[in-house]
């Protein structure tokens, strides 16, 4: 079956070091990629995307990168703040049927210590 | 602030109960989704909606029941659940169910079955 998987569950950084979560997927047909980040007692939200005629993308401290070959991706965290601090999930899409799905994996609890 | 609004933020309900969680999103898209979202499991999509018409049944327990009266609103109607029900039942939306769409989520309802 399809597994989305993290390297670590859990990843713990000195406040305004540099993070990077990683990010294992099993589809090769996959070709979008969503990061998302869940706060304690909130929903997922939306970080960053890529679709796989990329693989590089910046954003505000933020850079994806996904390498189709492993099928793997990073979401790299720059200057990471205590507000980093939360659930990072990746969701590489999934086409059944004509519409879309995304997969999500169990997460990495990122921990900024200050 | 968020772009898509669920109601309400807790439930807590015996297995006997009827009851009904709401989502709204404010967004103009044409695609809403629920899922669950258990302690230490990725999140399970549960249903899937297209311009008010189900397109996705994920093998959901009759017990649970969708409504999508119009592109904005979104209901997961609950009756006679189980303890294993209990979980933080998200609502997202996306423009439409195309690749390369994100989902916008929600921040849940914390659901508690007695």
């Known amino acids: 079956g399809e597994s989305v998987g993290l390297h670590l569950p859990t990843l713990s950084v000195q406040e305004g070091d540099n993070s990077i979560i990683n990010c294992a997927y099993s589809n090769s047909a996959s070709d979008y990629f969503i990061w998302y980040k869940q706060e304690s007692g909130k929903g997922p939200q939306f970080i960053i995307d890529?679709?796989?005629?990329?693989d590089k993308r910046q954003g505000q401290r933020v850079t994806v990168l996904l390498n189709k070959t492993v099928k793997h991706l990073s979401l790299q965290i720059a200057a990471t703040q205590p507000g980093d601090s939360a659930v990072y999930f990746c969701?590489?899409?999934?086409?059944?049927?004509?519409?879309?799905?995304?997969?999500f994996g169990k997460g990495t609890k990122l921990t900024v210590n200050p | 602030e968020t772009g898509v609004t669920q109601t309400p933020r807790h439930l807590v309900m015996g297995m006997t109960n009827k009851k009904s969680l709401k989502c709204e999103q404010h967004l103009g898209h044409n695609a809403m989704y629920w899922y669950k979202q258990s302690a230490k499991k990725p999140l399970e999509l549960m249903f899937v909606?297209?311009?008010?018409?189900?397109?996705e049944n994920n093998s959901v327990p009759s017990r649970f029941s969708p409504e999508c009266p119009n592109s904005s609103h979104l209901f997961l109607h609950l009756h006679t659940l189980q303890p294993e029900d209990s979980a933080l039942y998200l609502c997202?939306?996306?423009?439409?169910?195309?690749?390369?769409?994100?989902?916008?989520f929600g921040d849940g309802t914390r659901l508690s079955i007695l």
């Open positions: 890529i679709r796989s005629n990329m």
């Open positions: 969701a590489p899409n999934r086409s059944q049927g004509g519409s879309e799905k995304l997969v």
């Open positions: 997202a939306s996306s423009q439409d169910t195309h690749t390369g769409q994100p989902q916008h």
């Open positions: 909606y297209s311009l008010e018409e189900r397109v």
